[in-house]
């Protein structure tokens, strides 16, 4: 995790990018212009409060299900206004658990982690419930109280969080799952949504952080979405509000998040839960959170979709969302392609038994925050495709390294999909690296370009 000065330092980049983003407005089309608010009263004292809201223990970020409910259940307190009841199992026969807080007559329904490696939403309920339960008396606690009643079905996969993959155990992606209803989470969620039958719905999702806003060169942090309720695309009253709450999201976020703040692609899928609901009437926002620079555990990430969360419920509750322009949140650009982790550009292919060829790499990683696990995409010229990362290796051989297991394993393949683990030398025969690269990337070591 972070140190809080690192901390301080992510977030001061990200404010730092502000007048960035300002100037490419200037050369933008005129929809961007539209001048943001700024964000509540309250927000600044919250965020110095959060590190008391910060529930411990999940990070790193693929915990399972015994260990996330372990984390909370204490602050699940009958006497802080909690109730807790299981309504289901997973394929695995893991429990679902409806949480239920506040006694007010807007419902709101918020869901996380659908897809089983996206933990970033249920670790902001875990702090959600912290600050419910023991801030009670702080005036956003009191308006969610009065106002709201706030239903919660954390970590929908919990099967699929117990190996940090995407979909369930029955291999089946659990948000397209909406409308067969074939898995027992998909049929919980829905069961749960027809009881509660909420006004507001929270659809909180991780995407890649390779995703750029627009065509910019900024990745997305935070991509946010009001579902259209079918593929017509309209607007219709439901959605009008959804779209004003995510619209104080980005009000929430923009002095931390300035042009790292997009809106996710509105093709409606007839088979998300997310679209569906805004089918069933639920106002509904899609929270993917994508990546910071530097964050690899998506700490950071972590208190700003706090934050932001907050502020739209808060909303909700006090109906400040009402007259919110709507252009807050269509002048987000649509996130972009997604980019590829890392480019190896300039060198030289040296395979031993073959003849040397030109040749750049594109490496993607598993995890690719923290830039572990990396495998080889691609082979080629890649001189105009771009990266989140680009080593200068011009001059230099790439060289396969040996394999796990040294001299007897003999050296790795450099091949499409192979692992990456290879060094940029001086000579074809690798007997000078100047940098390596084996499965994970060492950002702290000096990247080749600079120096020689
Ligand atoms: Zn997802």
Same mark, same amino acid.
């Given at each position: 995790? !972070?140190? !809080? ?57 693929? #915990?399972?299900?015994? =260990? ?12 802080? &206004? ?8 997973? $394929? ?11 006694? %007010?007559?807007?419902?709101?329904? @918020? ?35 009065? *106002?709201?009643?706030?239903? #919660?079905?954390?970590?929908? *996969? ?12 029955? +291999? ?36 890649? !952080? ?6 910019? &060169?900024?990745?997305?942090? /935070?991509?946010?979405?009001?579902? !259209? ?13 959804? /779209? ?14 300035? +042009? ?43 208190? @700003? ?17 009402? %007259?919110?322009? =709507? ?8 996130? &972009? ?21 030109? $040749?750049?790499?594109?490496?993607? #990683?598993? =995890? ?5 696990? +990396?495998?080889?995409?691609?082979? &080629? ?9 680009? /080593?200068?290796?011009?001059?230099? #051989? ?17 091949? /499409? ?19 390596? @690269? ?15």
């Amino acid at each position: 995790m !972070p140190k !809080p000065t690192t901390l301080a330092l992510l977030l001061a980049l990200a404010a730092c990018v502000a007048p960035v983003a300002a100037q490419e407005t200037a050369a933008a089309p005129a929809a961007e212009s539209t001048p943001v608010p700024p964000p509540p009263a309250w927000l600044p004292a919250m965020d110095a409060l959060y590190p008391e809201l910060r529930v411990s223990g999940l990070d790193p970020r693929d #915990f399972d299900a015994e =260990h996330w409910w372990q984390a909370v259940t204490p602050l699940l307190d009958r006497s802080a &206004g909690f109730h807790i009841e299981d309504i289901g199992r997973s $394929a695995e026969d893991r429990p679902l658990r409806h949480v239920r807080w506040g006694r %007010g007559k807007t419902r709101v329904l @918020l869901w996380s982690q659908m897809h089983g490696d996206e933990s970033t939403g249920t670790m902001v309920l875990a702090d959600l419930f912290r600050f419910l339960g023991e801030h009670p008396d702080h005036p956003v606690a009191a308006r969610l109280r009065a *106002n709201t009643t706030l239903h #919660f079905l954390p970590m929908v *996969n919990p099967d699929g969080a117990a190996r940090f993959q995407r979909r369930n155990t029955q +291999g089946i992606d659990i948000n397209r799952d909406a409308r067969m209803l074939a898995t027992p989470e998909a049929r919980a969620l829905k069961a749960l949504h027809d009881r509660v039958r909420p006004a507001y719905g929270f659809n909180l999702h991780d995407q890649s !952080p390779g995703y750029r806003v627009g065509d910019s &060169g900024r990745g997305t942090a /935070i991509a946010l979405l009001a579902p !259209p309720p079918s593929a017509a695309n309209e607007v219709d009253p439901a959605r009008a509000r959804a /779209i004003e709450v995510a619209a104080t999201i980005r009000i929430a976020l923009e002095p931390y998040l300035a +042009g790292h703040i997009a809106r996710w692609d509105e093709t409606f899928n007839p088979r998300a839960f997310g679209d569906l609901t805004a089918q069933w009437g639920t106002s509904t926002v899609l929270i993917e959170a994508g990546g910071i620079e530097g964050d690899p555990q998506k700490q950071a990430l972590r208190k @700003l979709h706090f934050l932001g969360l907050l502020a739209a419920l808060d909303a909700i509750a006090g109906g400040s969302h009402a %007259g919110t322009p =709507h252009a807050l949140y269509r002048d987000l650009p649509e996130n &972009g392609e997604p980019w590829p982790d890392l480019r190896v550009v300039g060198g030289t292919l040296a395979i031993p038994g073959q003849p040397p060829v030109r $040749a750049d790499l594109l490496v993607n #990683f598993r =995890h690719p925050l923290s830039w572990e696990d +990396g495998s080889i995409r691609d082979i &080629g010229d890649l001189a105009d495709t771009p990266a989140r990362r680009t /080593i200068d290796a011009s001059g230099l #051989f790439v060289v396969p390294a040996l394999a796990a297991g040294g001299e007897a394993a003999g050296p790795c393949r450099i091949a /499409i999909s192979a692992a990456a683990c290879f060094h940029l030398a001086r000579d074809p025969e690798g007997r000078d690296p100047v940098w390596t @690269l084996r499965s994970d990337l060492d950002t702290a070591q000096p990247a080749p370009g600079a120096g020689h």
